[in-house]
């Protein structure tokens, strides 16, 4: 008494396994979905009785499987691609337990639809990856989009069965709009249709270009993980998470972590779709102080970065002036070696101490009346005093000077926030500011790193100057 579980593989002649073909040559009955048996016919034995019933009806040939088990028959039971996999093999053993049979069952692994397809895609594969089914039949539509959003949030390559159907058509658009909210547009996506077969069609696209309407139940979805990538008409996911190019060999080990984190925090964004000038500090904000909440904070003029750079580039800044020597110390000096820029912060200056007495000022006030003097076009970073914001604000309303550029991260309670808006009121000046009462010297100095780096911005490699 047994009954062989098998998967036929996908429906082509060359991926039905040696296994496979003995089991059904040594079995008296054959019970399976009616389309099966024309890729299996030529090794069934005229004497076998065969068993095929239509679409849907599992449990009815699984029942049937353990009738002529039962009686002394070798059966064997068929299923598409591999019998494990959304195929007859759990119902088997799920009804042996039922009815405490002492039929042996013998599982007979077989090449699946999402093997066959990746195959025809190239190897997108290489890495960890789910499959999903769309099929709402036997399991609730809340259970699935769960399954997609974890999938799609943990950077899983994800295999898609049972896509669509004449009756369940929107839950593929779904499933395209809850992966962009966490993957890139340009993710690529792959997808077989009749894999195996005379049929077949094979193409690669991207999450944005995805068109649900090109895909039927025939066909098998590939979406890639971040790293998978299209290379001649190959669609490729790295066995290592990272690809390591001679460049990521030659990077000394800061910089080497700097660039790993940096990709880790671009995985984790809620928003894919940031363009690169605002991108870049972005993530060197985040590295810094691992809040994620900096994706809400952070505040830029239209391409600030890209513009305030330009002028680092063309030597028009020479000077970097600071609010507080804590934010001078944060600034990379081989940056600042390599480009000719020097900081200065008069906090500590006797002149700002003596201002500030005879003013009744703070003392990071009287240095910006020093600054706006002496460096009237340097770029001014803030990571501490908002007094000095104000003041460099009032400063540029009388036209006593003009930065080149103003990154606004002063951090606590008072003033902080008023400071903040006054200079976004500066409509002709490049900024970037951290909104709300966050900051601090670390992150002022990280924006500025972030600028004098921004040439390095589009190949994601942070640390040149570490």
């Not at 990521?248 to 790993?260: A, F, Y």
């Not at 008072?414 to 009462?437: C, M, N, Q």
Request: aromatic share 8%; net charge neutral.
């Amino acid at each position: 008494m047994r009954i062989y579980v098998a998967g036929i593989g996908p429906g082509s002649a060359e991926d039905i396994t040696p296994a496979l073909q003995q089991a059904v040559a040594d079995s008296n009955v054959v019970v399976g979905y009616k389309y099966y048996f024309q890729f299996i016919e030529k090794f069934i034995s005229d004497d076998t009785v065969c068993i095929d019933t239509g679409m849907k009806k599992e449990r009815q040939r699984a029942e049937m499987a353990f009738e002529y088990a039962e009686k002394g028959n070798t059966v064997c039971v068929v299923s598409s691609g591999d019998a494990g996999i959304y195929g007859m093999a759990p119902l088997i053993y799920e009804m042996k337990h039922e009815k405490e049979s002492k039929v042996e069952i013998v599982s007979i692994p077989g090449i699946s639809a999402f093997q066959k397809a990746a195959s025809l895609l190239g190897a997108p594969m290489g890495h960890d990856f789910c499959v999903i089914s769309m099929s709402d039949l036997m399991t609730p539509w809340h259970v699935i989009e769960k399954r997609i959003v974890a999938a799609a949030e943990a950077d899983f390559i994800t295999a898609v069965y049972n896509p669509k159907s004449n009756g369940r058509y929107w839950q593929l658009y779904r499933l395209k709009e809850l992966f962009l909210k966490y993957r890139s547009e340009d993710n690529i996506v792959g997808y077989v249709r009749q894999a195996g077969r005379e049929e077949q069609s094979v193409k690669i696209t991207t999450l944005k270009d995805f068109n649900p309407e090109d895909i039927d139940m025939f066909t098998v979805v590939i979406i890639g993980n971040s790293q998978s990538y299209n290379w001649n008409g190959s669609f490729i996911t790295p066995r290592g998470y990272y690809r390591k190019d001679k460049e990521d060999e030659d990077c000394k080990v800061g910089q080497s972590i700097m660039i790993k984190s940096f990709r880790t925090i671009r995985n984790e964004l809620k928003n894919r779709d940031i363009p690169t000038w605002k991108l870049w500090p972005l993530l060197h904000a985040i590295h810094t102080t691992a809040d994620f909440d900096m994706e809400n904070l952070l505040w830029m003029d239209n391409e600030a970065t890209a513009k305030i750079y330009d002028k680092v580039k063309s030597r028009e800044i020479k000077v970097i002036v600071t609010d507080v020597s804590m934010v001078a110390s944060g600034i990379r000096k081989g940056a600042l070696e390599r480009l000719g820029i020097e900081t200065v912060c008069y906090i500590n200056d006797p002149r700002a101490i003596e201002m500030a007495k005879e003013k009744n000022i703070t003392r990071a006030q009287a240095g910006m009346r020093l600054a706006s003097q002496e460096h009237p076009n340097a770029l001014y970073a803030f990571g501490n005093a908002p007094t000095a914001l104000l003041e460099l604000c009032s400063l540029v309303r009388k036209q006593i000077c003009r930065p080149a550029g103003i990154v606004g991260a002063p951090v606590g309670f008072v003033h902080v926030e008023e400071s903040k808006h006054a200079a976004k009121a500066l409509t002709d000046i490049p900024k970037i500011i951290i909104d709300g009462r966050k900051g601090g010297s670390n992150l002022a100095a990280t924006l500025i790193n972030s600028i004098l780096t921004f040439d390095d911005a589009e190949q994601l490699r942070p640390g040149r100057d570490v």
